[in-house]
C-alpha cells in the first residue's frame, strides 16, 4: 500500500533564540557532528527547547563522496555568543509555507519532497526556502519511537 502524502498551504514555523551549525559534512559524519553540536550547548549550560531541525542548503560530489551543505537548528533558553561554526540566531521564521508530516523511515523523505516539487510545479508555485525537517520526537527514538518529521518549504506568495 503506497503512503498518501497530504500536503497543507499557509502553514509557517517560528522559533525564537535558535542555536545553529552548518557545515558540508559527508553522511557519515553527520551523527557525530549533531552530537558534538548539543554537547556544546550542553558545556554552555543551554537548555534545548523543542526538537531538532535540519535543512540542506547544497549537495555536491568531492571524489566519490556524496558531500551536503547541512545546518542543523534548535530553540535554546536564552540568548548566547557563540563561536564558529555556531552561530546564534534571534529568530527562524518561515512564513507561507507548503506542510507535510511524515511518519517513518527518514529514508524515504526524497518521496516526499519529490512530491511537493510536483505539487509546486502542478500549482505554478514558487520556492524561496530550502525544506526545514522538524524532527518532532528526535529526543524519543532511541525508545524505539518511529521518526516523526515536519517539513516545512516556503513558497513566493505572488501570482504571476
Same mark, same amino acid.
Given at each position: 500500500?503506497?503512503?498518501?502524502?497530504?500536503?497543507?498551504? &499557509?502553514?509557517?514555523?517560528?522559533?525564537?533564540?535558535?542555536?545553529? +551549525?552548518?557545515?558540508?559534512?559527508?553522511?557519515? %559524519?553527520?551523527?557525530?557532528?549533531?552530537?558534538?553540536?548539543?554537547?556544546?550547548?550542553?558545556?554552555? &549550560?543551554?537548555?534545548?527547547?523543542?526538537?531538532?531541525?535540519?535543512?540542506?542548503?547544497?549537495?555536491?560530489?568531492?571524489?566519490?563522496?556524496?558531500?551536503?551543505?547541512?545546518?542543523?537548528?534548535?530553540?535554546?533558553?536564552?540568548?548566547?555568543?557563540? %563561536?564558529?561554526?555556531?552561530?546564534?540566531?534571534?529568530?527562524?521564521?518561515?512564513?507561507?509555507?507548503?506542510?507535510?508530516?511524515?511518519?517513518?523511515?527518514?529514508?524515504?523523505?526524497?518521496?516526499?519532497?519529490?512530491?511537493?516539487?510536483?505539487?509546486?510545479?502542478?500549482?505554478?508555485?514558487?520556492?524561496?526556502?530550502?525544506?526545514?525537517?522538524?524532527?518532532?520526537?528526535?529526543?524519543?527514538?532511541? +525508545? &524505539?519511537?518511529?521518526?516523526?518529521?515536519?517539513?516545512?518549504?516556503?513558497?513566493?506568495?505572488?501570482?504571476?
Amino acid at each position: 500500500m503506497e503512503n498518501v502524502i497530504t500536503i497543507e498551504t &499557509g502553514k509557517s514555523l517560528s522559533y525564537k533564540k535558535v542555536a545553529s +551549525f552548518r557545515k558540508k559534512m559527508q553522511l557519515s %559524519e553527520m551523527n557525530e557532528q549533531v552530537l558534538m553540536f548539543i554537547d556544546k550547548l550542553k558545556d554552555l &549550560g543551554l537548555t534545548k527547547l523543542g526538537p531538532m531541525l535540519s535543512t540542506t542548503h547544497g549537495m555536491e560530489i568531492v571524489g566519490q563522496e556524496q558531500v551536503l551543505d547541512i545546518e542543523y537548528l534548535v530553540a535554546i533558553d536564552r540568548e548566547v555568543n557563540l %563561536e564558529e561554526p555556531y552561530v546564534y540566531k534571534p529568530e527562524l521564521k518561515l512564513v507561507n509555507a507548503l506542510y507535510v508530516r511524515h511518519i517513518g523511515n527518514p529514508h524515504e523523505l526524497q518521496d516526499v519532497y519529490n512530491h511537493i516539487v510536483e505539487f509546486m510545479k502542478d500549482n505554478g508555485l514558487q520556492q524561496i526556502s530550502t525544506i526545514y525537517n522538524v524532527n518532532i520526537n528526535d529526543d524519543r527514538l532511541q +525508545f &524505539g519511537e518511529e521518526p516523526i518529521i515536519d517539513i516545512y518549504l516556503s513558497i513566493n506568495p505572488n501570482s504571476f
